[in-house]
């Protein structure tokens, strides 16, 4: 699976969007992107994924560049409860799902 | 459904003990992975199943790891003998099918002293 580079910790504002940008430069034409975040004491919890088109849920909103070497996550109106560790894996979408984690990106959201 | 289900949610054992942790995966997911996270490893892969088989178990540190899934609705991970480097969080994870979203567990605190 390609590897993702995320920055390790960001802050934002209650109520204001949050944009978490993830660098995945090596990705291949079959690796989707996805999203995933751990609230403290808890377990991963999926948000969204993605091949080539933006994608939005009741969660969050997905932009893919075209070439697909970086995303952006967007959580439209953050609030107290998005405060974790949120990951950016990819990962081939067929012959297995080996989600292999990263970092992650550590989301202070701020009142 | 009440999610993946981990058993127990905390474990303090003495060195040397063998523990076993156990998962109850999501009705009708036929893939299930098991993790460890440490402060300082992160979320690591140790072994994952389909249809009950084991499929890579690569990321298993060593022979005191074992897990198995005797059938569809439970899988177990076993450490013999345990020690204090295999303190961590494990979590549970399963999904319907190899390219779904994979729903994790609460995981299991184990800590060995």
């Known amino acids: 699976d390609a590897k993702t580079t995320q920055p390790t910790s960001m802050d934002c504002a209650e109520g204001r969007a949050a944009n978490l940008p993830c660098n995945h430069s090596?990705?291949?034409?079959?690796?989707?992107v996805y999203w995933y975040r751990q609230i403290h004491s808890q377990g991963p919890q999926y948000i969204i994924h993605?091949?080539?088109n933006n994608e939005t849920n009741e969660m969050a909103s997905l932009i893919i560049t075209e070439d697909r070497k970086s995303s952006t996550l967007i959580l439209p109106h953050a609030t107290l409860r998005d405060t974790a560790v949120y990951y950016c894996?990819?990962?081939?979408?067929?012959?297995?799902?080996?989600?292999?984690f990263g970092g992650g990106t550590r989301v202070l959201v701020k009142p | 459904d009440a999610g993946v289900i981990q058993s127990p949610r905390h474990e303090v054992t003495e060195m040397g003990q063998e523990v076993t942790l156990r998962c109850k995966p999501i009705s009708g997911h036929d893939y299930l992975f098991w993790y460890r996270q440490t402060m300082m490893r992160g979320l690591e892969l140790l072994i994952y199943f389909n249809n009950n088989v084991p499929i890579d178990d690569s990321g298993m540190p060593e022979d005191r790891f074992s897990a198995k899934m005797p059938n569809a609705s439970f899988s177990t991970l076993k450490i013999q003998p345990s020690e204090p480097r295999d303190s961590a969080v494990y979590f549970c994870?399963?999904?319907?099918?190899?390219?779904?979203?994979?729903?994790f567990g609460q995981g299991t605190r184990l800590t060995v002293v």
């Open positions: 894996i990819v990962r081939v979408g067929a012959a297995g799902n080996k989600l292999t």
């Open positions: 993605g091949l080539k």
């Open positions: 090596t990705i291949s034409g079959n690796e989707y």
């Open positions: 994870a399963s999904s319907r099918t190899s390219n779904t979203e994979a729903f």
